[in-house]
Nanobody
Framework: QIHPVESGGGSVQAGGSLRLSCTTP????????MQWYRQPAGKQREWVSS???????IYTDSVKGRFTISQDKVKDTLYLQMNSLKPEDTGMYFC????????????WGQGTQVTVSS
């Protein structure tokens, strides 16, 4: 199983920025696509963004133009740069590998909490 480790969350005011990081200790994720999800308190987990092996990216509409997903293949680390944060961005953020069969895992990490105050 792949066990992601997310970090970088925190509490910021609306309009602020945070950069989230994700690693997969013991697993080389460079041959996988990667995704970010978030889960507001009391709500279902929702997809936020994906990056494929070739570097192409997609975003959910609510974060387009504000969030940037990237992957440092030397450091084997996934990032989510979040700018112009809004209170509705508040939630626990998770990363996940995706793509080929060896990238699949049922496990989720503990996530990192992002709290945006108005």
């Amino acid at each position: 199983q792949i066990h992601p480790v997310e970090s970088g969350g925190g509490s910021v005011q609306a309009g602020g920025s945070l950069r989230l990081s994700c690693t997969t200790p013991g697993f080389n994720s460079n041959t996988c696509g990667m995704q970010w999800y978030r889960q507001p308190a009391g709500k279902q987990r929702e997809w936020v963004s994906s990056i494929s092996i070739d570097g192409s990216t997609i975003y959910t509409d609510s974060v387009k133009g504000r969030f940037t997903i990237s992957q440092d293949k030397v450091k084997d680390t996934l990032y989510l740069q979040m700018n112009s944060l809004k209170p509705e961005d508040t939630g626990m953020y998770f990363c996940k590998t995706t793509g080929s069969w060896w990238c699949f895992s049922n496990d989720w990490g503990q996530g990192t909490q992002v709290t945006v105050s108005s």
